[in-house]
């Protein structure tokens, strides 16, 4: 069986790629940052307790960057945070983005418990093609995440 997007391993997968980079890339010393805030929506409705994962795309383990997260709130807002400083940004440029439903990797914390696994609100499709923001220097960036079912 082929484990589904939003499970816990894939989450760990992502933690430890960011930590990995954040070793090799010596942090974000010395890498250019800005702000990102967004929402996340499916079908035109906020998304609460949406994990959100933007990864530099560059290959380049030196210029790559740090990583950042965050997590939606009730109106599915979030501000990203620099996973190796927690100062809110990201590092400028183009960005693999992975989301990942809270809920469904920590059941104890969904409304149906840890006795029933809620399936990921996240459409399977953004597993296999995940999305992409380019993050520009020198100002707040707005990176609305708008999903859809269809």
């Known amino acids: 069986m082929e484990p589904q997007?939003?499970?816990?391993?894939r989450v760990q997968e992502w933690i430890l790629a960011l930590s990995l980079i954040c070793l090799v890339a010596g942090c974000s010393s010395g890498v250019p940052t800005a702000e990102v805030e967004g929402v996340v929506t499916l079908d035109g409705k906020p998304l609460a307790d949406i994990r959100v994962l933007f990864q530099p795309a560059n290959t380049d383990?030196?210029?790559?960057?740090m990583g950042s997260f965050a997590l939606t709130d009730a109106e599915g807002k979030f501000t990203l945070k620099l996973s190796d400083?927690?100062?809110?940004?990201?590092v400028?440029?183009?960005?693999?983005?992975?989301?990942?439903d809270k809920l469904s990797e920590d059941p104890e914390d969904s409304d149906a418990g840890a006795a029933r696994v809620p399936k990921s609100r996240i459409?399977?499709?953004?597993?296999?093609q995940p999305l992409s923001f380019e993050v520009k220097a020198?100002?707040?960036n707005q990176a609305d995440l708008a999903l859809t079912s269809k």
Do not use: D
């Open 85 to 90: 400083s927690q100062e809110n940004g990201a």
């Open 123 to 128: 459409p399977a499709r953004y597993a296999k």
């Open 92 to 100: 400028v440029g183009k960005h693999t983005v992975v989301l990942s």
């Open 138 to 140: 020198g100002e707040k």
């Open 5 to 9: 997007f939003g499970t816990l391993p």
């Open 61 to 65: 383990a030196e210029t790559a960057g």
